[in-house]
């Protein structure tokens, strides 16, 4: 299917219109198709690779629901790597091939690797998830094969400044930020969060906190939950201004300038970067 463009600001909201909720459809390699709950597309395309994110939800009228909106299904994330954060309500996994159990809640943040075997039972009436999928191309070596669960409320020792050189602009300083993965399956797989404000580094951050900065991607495509505050995304070649608030998804394409201006007094984002290329 041809893409329109890849240069393009993606976005998407938790609560779109009901026509834009689809039952989810997919092939689970054990058993076969697969149709359990809703999602609707914030991301449908990036610059290389199958890169997609979205929301999912179920509850008493999803496919594949108890009347009483609990919910259990396999999953093993046969499309890619799969990132999520849980929105709303609760569920246990189990790892099928050991029997590990984890409870998640709002603000969990799972990652799955491509193929592993995951039952879902999900707590009754409601669920809904924020997730990003990728596939590349090229297989990475040494990739993840355990579930990973942190929180969006972590808060571990080793938040770094985030340096970075922009091809225009130069060496740069926006915010500060922790790594959740370093690697997946194929290509470049990247994920963990940011966050900006009052008293974190900043090559231009003001005295409220808003920072601004100049921004291509150069690590590749970034698919972003925007976790806290509200962000303004202005292209550079057309000027066209997208605002985002907490919430909101947002995918930003590797190679298109654009300016970031995070409006403070804080701001945090849960990140994924990707590329088909593997990251030396």
């Known amino acids: 299917m041809a893409q329109p463009s890849t240069h393009v600001v993606h976005g998407g909201k938790q609560t779109p219109p009901a026509s834009q909720w689809t039952p989810f459809e997919w092939e689970e390699p054990k058993l076969g198709k697969q149709v359990h709950g809703e999602v609707t597309i914030a991301r449908a395309f990036g610059a290389s690779g199958n890169l997609s994110s979205g929301f999912w939800r179920t509850g008493p009228t999803s496919p594949g629901a ?129 966050r900006s404000g009052k008293g974190i580094a900043g090559s231009d951050v003001d005295d409220k906190g808003t920072l601004t900065t100049p921004y291509t991607g150069v690590l590749g495509d970034e698919t972003i939950l925007l976790l806290e505050g509200e962000v303004d995304v202005v292209e550079t070649e057309s000027g066209k201004k997208h605002s985002f608030k907490a919430g909101d998804a947002i995918g930003l394409t590797s190679g298109m300038h654009i300016t970031w201006t995070s409006k403070g007094p804080f701001s945090k984002k849960l990140w994924v970067i990707t590329k088909d290329e593997v990251a030396q």
């Open 66 to 194: 108890s009347s009483d909106g609990s919910h259990t299904l396999v999953y093993s994330a046969p499309l890619g790597d799969e990132l999520a954060c849980v929105i709303d309500g609760s569920a246990t996994l189990t790892v099928v091939s050991t029997g590990e159990k984890f409870h998640i809640t709002p603000g969990t943040i799972v990652s799955s690797p491509k193929g592993l075997e995951v039952q879902w039972e999900i707590d009754a009436p409601f669920f809904k998830k924020y997730w990003c999928i990728w596939n590349g191309t090229k297989a990475a070596p040494n990739p993840a094969t355990t579930l990973q669960i942190n929180h969006v409320s972590d808060n571990p020792e080793e938040w770094t400044d985030y340096h970075f050189t922009e091809p225009k602009e130069g060496a740069l300083v926006a915010g500060e930020l922790y790594f959740i993965s370093t690697g997946g399956s194929t290509g470049t797989f990247l994920s963990g969060v940011w």
